[in-house]
């Protein structure tokens, strides 16, 4: 790929994070009515994935590519926590907000109270630690007197957004370590995620798990670190394929052939158990990153207008909620997607031009360290 590609915004991030935003709709159409087991990729893949996780999983191939580039030309610590707090707190913050002071209230059950004063606080603490805010009484009942499927779940993609900010932390601690200078242990650190997320997914069920993987029961039950065990390796084999990619970029150039290729043990992969847990974080990143750095994909022309995948991702699920809570939970999934991406769209817009581009603006750009932590060479992308 032409160096310009990272350099300048003359790539298809913002695209791809779009799109992949756009179909976590689509699975939490079929999700919001009760219907996932009709999602077609949920179908076709025997369960490992719908669109939406699927979708979860290229965020943090995109994400680890581009924070480990974010870390390596940070000048300091400060410098590169400023950036991902700048980028992520305050569209969280505002999200948090319009759910507690506006999304609560019209999705309430009659005349529940939602809201009260003292609940600042818990706004406060849920957007400090990233977390879903949550308030009873509030999509539980549609319009017609039937319980919703995910009754009192207001907002079903935020619990994701702690576990990306976590891995910001983690690539942090890898450099501090100097591990990311060694490329030869992130390797070895990715694939270790990689077969702790497979194992997890050949063998979900503690009763039916041999007992050679009792060690990893009594990490499931001891996890001594944040967020759930059982989620954690997934995220990490994604977020640090996408890192080792960039680590690795001068040594695999991304081609169109091998991009392609790529496709088939994906299709594959689909239709064997936990099958996923090992083609994606390969073979998927390394499609998601040849489509994104691929001069003779001309998408970038997007990111004039501004990345609307964040609130895109933020505002989707309370947007659908409403729309089953008012017009009825008989409607077909793809009506669903019709009506609400519009309405989704338009808050994302508002999300990007009221919120995040400000204090995106506040980031700053910094030159690249001198001497780099990692050596910047040029990377070509054959056709």
Not at 121 to 126: L, M
């Amino acid at each position: 790929m032409q160096s310009e590609s990272l350099d300048t915004r003359r790539n298809n991030f913002d695209f791809l994070r779009l799109f992949l935003a756009l179909l976590v709709v689509i699975e939490h159409s079929h999700v919001v009515i009760g219907r996932i087991a009709d999602e077609p990729l949920f179908r076709f893949s025997l369960g490992q994935a719908g669109f939406g996780s699927l979708a979860v999983d290229g965020f943090f191939v995109i994400s680890g590519f581009l924070i480990v580039q974010s870390w390596c030309r940070s000048r300091t610590g400060w410098d590169y926590f400023r950036k991902r707090i700048f980028r992520i707190y305050p569209a969280f913050i505002a999200a948090t907000l319009v759910l507690a002071l506006v999304i609560c209230p019209l999705g309430a059950d009659r005349q529940a109270r939602v809201f009260a004063p003292i609940q600042f606080a818990k706004i406060a603490f849920h957007s400090a630690i990233l977390a879903p805010y949550v308030c009873r009484h509030v999509f539980t009942i549609s319009h017609n007197g039937m319980p919703m499927p995910m009754a009192g779940a207001i907002d079903l993609s935020m619990w994701t957004i702690s576990y990306e900010f976590l891995c910001y932390i983690m690539v942090a601690l890898l450099g501090v370590l100097g591990i990311l200078r060694r490329r030869n242990l992130v390797l070895v650190f990715l694939g270790g995620a990689i077969a702790l997320a497979f194992l997890l997914d050949r063998f979900p069920d503690e009763a039916t798990r041999p007992h050679w993987l009792g060690w990893l029961t009594v990490l499931e039950h001891h996890w001594p670190g944040p967020g759930y065990f059982f989620r954690w390796p997934r995220f990490v084999s994604f977020f640090m394929a996408g890192g080792a990619f960039y680590l690795y970029r001068q040594d695999l150039p991304l081609k169109t052939l091998p991009a392609l290729l790529c496709l088939i043990p994906m299709v594959i992969g689909a239709r064997l158990p936990a099958g996923w847990s090992i083609i994606l974080p390969t073979c998927g990143a390394y499609f998601i990153l040849w489509f994104a750095l691929n001069p003779r994909i001309p998408l970038h022309a997007l990111a004039r207008h501004g990345d609307f995948s964040y609130g895109t991702y933020l505002y989707a699920w309370p947007i659908q909620q409403l729309f089953v809570l008012w017009f009825g939970i008989a409607h077909s999934p793809w009506l669903i997607v019709a009506w609400t991406i519009p309405l989704v769209l338009l808050a994302a817009w508002l999300s990007w031009h009221l919120v995040e581009k400000r204090f995106i603006r506040l980031k700053g750009q910094h030159p690249q360290p001198n001497p780099p932590t990692i050596p910047e060479p040029q990377i070509a992308l054959k056709q």
